[in-house]
């Protein structure tokens, strides 16, 4: 079984920093791209990041020069950097990968629990 935990988000005020973290366990054969999407009351669900496996990156505009993606292959892990948050960073983060199970040779895309990231004075 493939599961996704992500950690790191939190309250912080504008113009601070936060960091999440995705790990991903259980029997697994090969990750391919790893990415960030965010969700906001009231709103759909957006991709914020991505980082393939050569460690090429994608961002939203929004996030551009601010927020920064990045993988440890060798621990299954992805990361989100976010500096300089504005509240309408304010949002339900999750974390998304595209695993090849190890047991079934499965490809599938996983997503973690989701964690909270509030930006407020």
């Known amino acids: 079984q493939v599961q996704l935990v992500e950690s790191g988000g939190g309250w912080v005020q504008p113009g601070g920093s936060l960091r999440l973290s995705c790990a991903a366990s259980g029997s697994i054969f090969s990750i391919n791209e790893m990415g960030w999407y965010r969700q906001a009351p009231g709103k759909q669900r957006e991709l914020v990041a991505t980082?393939?496996?050569?460690?090429?990156?994608a961002y939203v505009d929004s996030v551009k020069g601010r927020f920064t993606i990045s993988r440890v292959n060798a621990k299954n892990t992805v990361y989100l950097q976010m500096n300089t948050l504005k509240p309408e960073d304010t949002a339900v983060y999750y974390c998304?990968?595209?695993?090849?199970?190890?047991?079934?040779?499965?490809?599938?895309?996983?997503w973690g629990q989701g964690t909270q990231v509030t930006v407020s004075s």
């Open positions: 998304n990968a595209h695993i090849v199970a190890g047991t079934t040779w499965a490809a599938n895309d996983y």
């Open positions: 980082i393939t496996r050569g460690d090429s990156t």
